[in-house]
């Protein structure tokens, strides 16, 4: 099916370019050195700088692995660490929207539990991080690929590739996963994500804002600057129809929902929708494969955890490669891979609950539902303790750390 080799081989394929794939690449070559060949194939390569307008929060833990892989400081500068959160919970015409929990945004002293940040400026980030690294980048998609005994065949334009593990990184509608037979259970909520940036007048003083309106949550996310990234959730064919609006229209349903809190507000963004689900591979791993990041899992954005979560992925599969590498095992061995799943299952199936489980809790139009929730987050909120736990378990601070997410080179 894949054809003969051409001669070409690697220790480890990544198809994929995305946080997930880059991150792997560099984390792997940096402890692994240049004997271990690391190639990274994804048609996205072929632009000179990435166009993902959309900006993630970046919790603590995932920011150790960027700053243990030496992809931050490039991007440090432009980074909005998010000094506070405030939630609400109201109609959508409600004169006022009082807070229900407020969360200081630090996990310890001096250390903010996330940061904002633009997709584009990490992603180029890594990418220069990988070239340095002496990572191959090929600007070419990943193709059908075949396992045998002791290698895995994977097609990339006109070469066939041959290496010791190929892992999926290629994102949500994964061809790797598909290729290799894993199903993907989930569902989809009917449910899109606009996406897009405004600028306002009045400095946000890095507060985080996520009201919870009848159509699903609407997040303010503080950028560098007077700036602020937007993610507002709506039934996926409302969302398609306010998308569409001219710009005066498309203004006033924003401001509708931004309020004026922080003064005139104008976008300076593009805008589009991003449909939403739930969904989980059955396996993470297969014949000489493992699947990372949303190839693997995908959830609701309503937490801000889904890179979080890939990055999670990434430090725990570059560790249990590199313990084998240094003792000389084979990365793509089935032992090796089990201890990757074995990881990561149990966290991404917790946490794709909860997030399925807030979104269920508050998208909705009950006056009885809001009352009861109401209730709950004002105790929470009174709870210091109980506060505690979320952040830190927000910044990525729970559970068996890897290696890279303490911010230990592995
Ligand atoms: C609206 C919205 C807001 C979000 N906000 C946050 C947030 O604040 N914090 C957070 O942690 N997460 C957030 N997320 C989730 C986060 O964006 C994703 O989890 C993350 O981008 C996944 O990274 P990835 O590298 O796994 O996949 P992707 O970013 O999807 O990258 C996959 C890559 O694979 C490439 N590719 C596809 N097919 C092939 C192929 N056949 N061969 C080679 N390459 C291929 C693509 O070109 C792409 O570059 C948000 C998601 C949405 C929709």
Known sequence: M??????????????????AG??????????????????????????????????????????????????WDAVAAGAQPILDMVVTDSKLDDAVRPSFLTFGGEIAPGEPFAHMIENRHLIDALVARAKEEGVELRAEAAGAHEASTHRIALRSGAQTIAAKLLVGADGARSRTRQGAGIDNYGWDY?????????????????RAEEHFL???????????????????????????????????????????????????IEVVGPRRAFPLGLYTARSFVGERLALIGDAAHVIHPIAGQGLNMGLRDVAALAEVIADAARLGLDPGSADVLERYQRWRRFDTMTM????????????????????TRDVGLGLVDRLPMLKNLFIREAAGATGELPKLLRGEAL
């Open 2 to 19: 894949v054809g003969d080799t051409t001669g070409k081989t690697a220790d480890v394929m990544i198809a994929g370019a995305g946080f």
């Open 22 to 71: 880059l991150a792997l690449a560099v984390a792997l070559r940096q402890a692994l050195g240049e004997n271990f060949a690391v190639i990274v194939a994804d048609p996205a390569l072929k632009f000179p700088k990435s166009n993902d307008m959309r900006a993630s929060a970046i919790a603590a833990g995932a920011r150790h692995l960027f700053e243990a892989i030496g992809a």
């Open 190 to 206: 009917q449910q899109s994500a606009i996406v897009t940036t405004v600028a306002h007048e009045r400095d946000h003083n890095g």
């Open 214 to 264: 009848p159509a699903g949550p609407f997040a303010i996310l503080p950028l560098k600057g007077k700036r602020s990234s937007i993610v507002w959730t709506e039934t996926t064919q409302e969302a398609e129809r306010i998308v569409a609006l001219p710009d005066t229209e498309f203004h006033a349903e924003l401001e509708r929902r931004f309020g004026l809190h922080l003064g005139d």
């Open 352 to 371: 794709g609950m909860a997030t399925d489980g807030l979104n269920r809790l508050f998208s909705n139009h009950s006056d009885i539902l809001r009352l």
